[in-house]
């Protein structure tokens, strides 16, 4: 019976060891894929005072740290480096793309933009049963094809329309033969044969889908670098409605007026209520879609709005305390209202939720009730420093919003070297 006791207190003192050291072990799995430093600042990432870790940059010595709770890097010199990590000193575990550039600087924005993008892929919206004669068939479910999916080809022949669509469709029936189909779902890429069926009701070959192939919507710009004229906005992604998946898309963005509000209130959301107004204030491209939103390039600088650039500050830098977002209410003109920013969420990945804040301008309360549909993308000022932009109400308490870090959404489109100033 010793050794049963004795196991057990073995396995007591590891139970209370992981327990102890887990938390600070499960924070270096943060660590991002690569690693972007303005010269002159330092970015501390995280680690675990019970890991030796050892550091090797480039071709350069490597350097052996025990007992520290977080890293510290400070971004010297230009270039692009490759930081090599060795767990214990030892264990080859992470090898890690640095970029050390110009701080970002860029121009706050706050304009409100109407975004007319076309879908690369046509999304599936819904399924369909056909009619042929007495009886019913569903030729999508048939192949495995499900609300939500993006057709992103057929036979062959991709960038297609719901009218080049409709005609493959149309030839395939008339000579008798399936549509070989290429089929981005959530998980994978993969091809189905679909084969079109006669509707009795329509007179015509059908397959039974119904589609989209384009998506608008009213948004806010976050900021744009001044040199490039390469913007970002709505803070969160263009999505094909169903899954809530972004969806790939190109297009453009104009300037909106914003002609009426909808106010929020605890039980239902508010909303700018907005028309495109043409290219004299805004016009640009729309080239990417993320997480973060869209990205894309300005014809000419936005005539009202703010002018001057402001550093992009980290997501260490950003603070609890007094802040401004940049928003238009009414027209096309932006205005600053104060918010007060409760709580940032130490981040060292990408994340849409970064900053919790709450509205505190009696303006924009009296106004919209808090935060409202069509604000996402507004720049958040700290500091004289863009640090984020708002992403998302409390539906419950609209004067509580969330915000995305503004590096984030420069990181994530991976275009920092064409923002540096």
């Not at 501390?44 to 052996?64: T, Y």
């Not at 709770?69 to 480096?81: E, I, N, Q, R, S």
């Not at 068939?137 to 192949?143: G, I």
């Not at 300037?255 to 909808?262: F, Q």
């Amino acid at each position: 019976m010793g050794w049963l006791k004795r196991m057990f207190a073995v396995l007591l003192a590891l139970a209370v060891l992981t327990v102890g050291v887990w938390p600070s072990m499960a924070r270096i799995w943060l660590w991002p894929t690569a690693l972007w430093l303005p010269r002159g600042e330092t970015v501390a990432m995280p680690w675990s005072r019970w890991i030796p870790v050892a550091l090797k940059l480039n071709q350069g010595p490597e350097v052996v740290i025990r007992h520290a709770a977080h890293l510290d890097f400070v971004g010297l010199d230009d270039g692009h480096y490759q930081l090599d990590v060795k767990l214990f000193g030892w264990i080859p575990w992470r090898s890690l793309p640095v970029t050390v550039q110009n701080p970002l600087r860029v121009v706050p924005g706050g304009e409100s933009v109407g975004i007319v993008a076309r879908t690369e892929g046509l999304i599936v919206t819904d399924t369909l049963p056909v009619l042929t004669g007495r009886q019913a068939v569903d030729p999508a479910l048939a192949a495995g094809i499900s609300r939500g999916d993006v057709i992103v080809a057929a036979n062959g022949h991709q960038a297609l329309t719901i009218r080049q669509f409709t005609a493959f469709v149309q030839r395939a029936g008339r000579d008798h033969r399936p549509l070989r189909i290429t089929v981005k779902t959530r998980y994978a890429v993969k091809q189905v044969y679909l084969r079109p069926v006669w509707s009795s009701h329509d007179k015509r070959w059908a397959v039974g889908l119904k589609l989209q192939d384009r998506t608008s919507g009213v948004g806010t710009l976050s900021f744009y670098n001044p040199r490039t004229l390469q913007y970002f906005a709505l803070g969160h992604s263009m999505t094909d409605g169903l899954s809530r998946r972004p969806v790939s898309v190109s297009g453009h963005i104009l300037g909106a007026d914003i002609v009426g509000i909808v106010p929020a209130t605890a039980h239902s959301p508010g909303q700018k209520v907005g028309i495109l107004a043409g290219s004299q204030n805004i016009e640009g491209t729309v080239s990417d879609n993320n997480a973060f939103g869209i990205t894309g390039n300005l014809s000419h600088p936005p005539i009202w709005g703010p002018q001057h650039p402001l550093p992009l500050a980290m997501p260490d830098q950003v603070h609890s305390g007094p802040a401004e977002i940049i928003t238009v209410l009414s027209g096309q003109t932006p205005e600053a209202y104060s918010i007060d920013i409760l709580k940032t969420v130490p981040q060292y990945a990408p994340h849409i939720k970064g900053i919790l804040f709450r509205v505190t301008d009696p303006r924009l309360i009296s106004r919209t009730g808090g935060v409202v549909q069509g604000m996402s993308g507004s720049p958040i000022i700290q500091d004289q420093r863009v640090v984020g932009a708002v992403t998302h109400v409390i539906l419950s308490r609209p004067t509580l919003g969330y915000g995305c870090y503004a590096y984030w959404m420069v990181l994530t489109h991976q275009e920092s070297s064409a923002l540096a100033s």
